[in-house]
């Protein structure tokens, strides 16, 4: 009976470690996911981690999220599911250093209201290293009656955006102003579904404007600031004007897609702006670049495609040089790639940022890389193996749905290259690209266009 009782407790204690083991293990994974999302661009300054590995709190419901964005200890936030606020409900994360707010597959926070006071989905105020990614925020529409954005980021330094939709805002989709500095946003759409609500105090019938940086030529605290970094962003259905609308800032403008046909302009330099326009896809609108008249600083055009475009497109002055190195793609594979992989379409926050041959997402080594990314007929597969074994390529699309074995064959033991697999079954868009041996696996997003 005693032997019994000392096979058991140790049958416990076993659980108990190996318990202890699992909690370590998956720790590890995800700060080597969290790890693998490097941020671009401007924000790359000091960089962003958000709250980094901290255990997410999983939120469902508005109360929980408002506890949770008004909670500085709390640094990783996972939203789930839609939540729409109530009246006058719009959250304000103030004063925090370090916190993420990531949305799991398919999270939506919702406005419905439209009064002045009490519109607006978030505002980040005076908080510093915020990541907020994976989140479609929809608002009631547009009606001008000068109320809040559906974000504003209000005097706040390294923020990353990302895999965001911004849809239907009462005023702006997103607006950046006093003083805020070290933004980027990355792989984010911005469109307007719902028909704009005329008869607002602000005087326009039809405000779908999307992003305003600067509020005003007196905010002169912005002068130096506004550093930002916009690239695999897409301006879609319905937006009419600010794509954005600068003032001060040193924005650079780079692999963004334009297709928001029946607007009055995509790009505005307005007092001081310094905007370096770099290999976009402009494609069906009017005025792709408005300058200021004597106003700006420059708005240099480089390397842009321009389909069926109407009215002003040309830069003028030569813009600031980035201080940092980022990856870019040439501006006619950029539709393509922006409409394959923006807006909030990843299957888990932990997911990285995708752009190149380089530049892959979770759980990839860094010694293994499928290119050219994005591919077309064929694609490529770099990877370096410790022995002899089999190896199977699998394809998912974004949803989940399997389109198949691609390829079948052995690795030697060494570097090696997989050349010419074809791709010409498989459908375009964001693709999971997935590499099975007898001892593990990798994957790796891929575009098909």
């Known amino acids: 009976m005693h032997y019994n009782l000392i096979n058991l407790n140790s049958i416990t204690e076993m659980k108990r470690v190996i318990l202890i083991c699992t909690l370590f293990l998956t720790s590890l994974l995800n700060q080597n996911l969290n790890a693998q999302c490097t941020v671009p661009g401007w924000a790359s300054t000091n960089g962003v981690t958000g709250g980094g590995s901290a255990t997410p709190l999983i939120v469902t419901t508005y109360a929980d999220l408002r506890a949770a964005v008004n909670n500085a200890n709390v640094k990783v936030i996972h939203v789930s599911g839609q939540i729409t606020f109530p009246a006058a409900g719009r959250l304000t994360l103030n004063n925090q250093n370090g916190k993420s707010i990531l949305g799991l597959n398919g999270a939506r926070l919702i406005s419905v209201d439209m009064t002045s006071g009490g519109s607006g989905i978030l505002t980040l105020r005076n908080s510093s290293n915020i990541l907020i990614k994976n989140i479609t925020f929809e608002g009631p529409g547009a009606y001008d009656v000068d109320g809040n954005d559906n974000m504003t980021i209000d005097g706040c330094t390294n923020v990353w955006i990302d895999h965001c939709t911004f849809q239907d805002a009462l005023d702006g989709n997103l607006d950046i102003k006093n003083g805020s500095d070290l933004i980027s946003i990355t792989w984010t759409k911005f469109e307007y579904l719902k028909p704009p609500v005329p008869g607002g105090s602000g005087g ?30 897409w301006w879609g259905n319905g937006v009419r004007e600010r794509m954005p609308r600068v003032r001060y800032g040193k924005v650079h403008l780079l692999n963004n897609y334009f297709s928001s046909t029946g607007n009055n302009y995509c790009i505005y330099a307005g007092y001081k702006a310094d905007l370096l326009i770099e290999a976009n896809y402009f494609e069906g609108v009017r005025n792709a670049i408005r300058l200021e008249s004597g106003n700006f600083t420059a708005a240099q055009s480089v390397d842009n495609t321009f389909v069926g475009v109407t009215g002003t497109s040309a830069g003028s002055g030569t813009a600031f040089t980035p201080p940092y190195t980022i990856a870019k793609i040439p501006s006619q594979d950029v539709k393509q790639t922006v409409m394959s992989g923006a807006g909030a379409i990843l299957l888990q926050p932990t997911d990285c940022v995708f752009l190149s041959n380089q530049e892959v997402g979770s759980d990839v080594r860094s010694n293994s890389v499928f290119y050219p990314n994005p591919a077309s007929d064929q694609i490529s597969l770099k990877t370096v193996s410790n022995d002899t074994k089999s190896v199977k390529i699998t394809v998912t699309d974004i949803s989940g749905k399997s389109e198949g074995v691609i390829y079948e064959g052995t690795l030697k033991k060494g570097s090696n290259t997989i050349n010419s697999i074809s791709t010409k ?25």
């Not at 405000?207 to 506004?226: A, I």
């Not at 079954?425 to 266009?449: N, Y």
Request: charged content about 30%.
């Open 204 to 233: 326009s019938n039809d405000h779908r404007f999307s992003n305003l940086f600067g509020s005003s030529d007196s905010d002169t605290q912005d002068e130096g600031k506004l550093r930002i970094t916009m690239q695999y962003c």
């Open 425 to 449: 079954k498989l459908s375009k868009g964001v693709k999971l690209f997935e590499v099975k041996t007898d001892s593990g696996s990798f994957t790796q997003k891929v575009i098909i266009k």
